[in-house]
């Protein structure tokens, strides 16, 4: 079982459309969750952060985080043919003396079609 | 800017040289982490160092592959004797020195590298 797992997709969603994009964790305790943004032969971006159970909104991003069944999601609201990209799911995953390490998902291709 | 910065953006080598990456955080930052991205696979975690410590390590090759962050200057990962298979995108980030498992990592722009 892989640490973080994601659907290598492409997802394809029309313009103004909302995008999901899902992430699961094999650590129950794991303590934090980014979001990464990368376009193609770029670097990750930071789009979002959560912490807690919920839903955390910026923007047109909410990040979803439901510890219990170990998951994670992002929801891009009317997405635009510029959200087209690679998304990366990020664990800190608690192992003792490696705090801040972060494990990554493969990664989610969003394809956003005019 | 004060993003993090690092150099050079493209390098190329050949088999058996050394390559030499650097990595400057981000202004207030102090914990540097070094990632692997080869072609079509995720991001890898290499190292995480703090100025002059080696925090963590587990995911660094055990030979050829070395890491440090003096305290004066950049962070350096150099892999010695390089094969083909080292060619890959390297990453370096930054987080500020509190917040533990919280910390947001800053990604530099990466080197890339060419073994030929």
């Known amino acids: 079982q892989k640490e973080v797992e994601q659907n290598s997709g492409p997802l394809s969603v029309p313009e103004g459309a909302i995008a999901s994009l899902n992430c699961t964790y094999s650590?129950?305790?794991?303590?934090?969750f980014f979001w990464y943004r990368q376009y193609s032969g770029k670097s990750p971006e930071l789009i979002m952060s959560i912490y807690s159970n919920g839903d955390k909104e910026d923007g047109r991003f909410t990040a979803q985080l439901n510890k219990a069944s170990q998951y994670v999601s992002l929801l891009i609201r009317d997405s635009q043919p510029s959200d087209s990209a690679t998304y990366l799911c990020?664990?800190?995953?608690?192992?003792?003396?490696?705090?801040?390490?972060?494990?990554f998902g493969t990664g989610t291709r969003l394809q956003v079609t005019l | 800017n004060a993003g993090v910065m690092q150099n050079p953006r493209h390098l190329v080598r050949r088999r058996g040289q050394e390559a030499r990456l650097r990595c400057s955080p981000m202004?207030?930052?102090?914990?540097v982490y070094w990632y692997r991205q080869l072609p079509e696979e995720g991001l890898k975690f290499m190292v995480y160092l703090q100025k002059e410590n080696i925090i963590d390590e587990s995911g660094m090759p055990k030979e050829r592959f070395s890491a440090e962050f003096p305290k004066e200057g950049p962070s350096i990962l150099r892999i010695q004797q390089v094969v083909r298979g080292d060619s890959a995108a390297y990453f370096c980030a930054s987080s500020p020195p509190v917040g533990g498992a919280y910390n947001e990592q800053f990604f530099g722009p990466g080197t890339r590298l060419t073994v030929l």
């Open positions: 202004k207030g930052h102090s914990h």
């Open positions: 650590d129950r305790g794991s303590q934090s």
């Open positions: 990020a664990v800190n995953i608690r192992r003792a003396g490696t705090a801040s390490k972060l494990t």
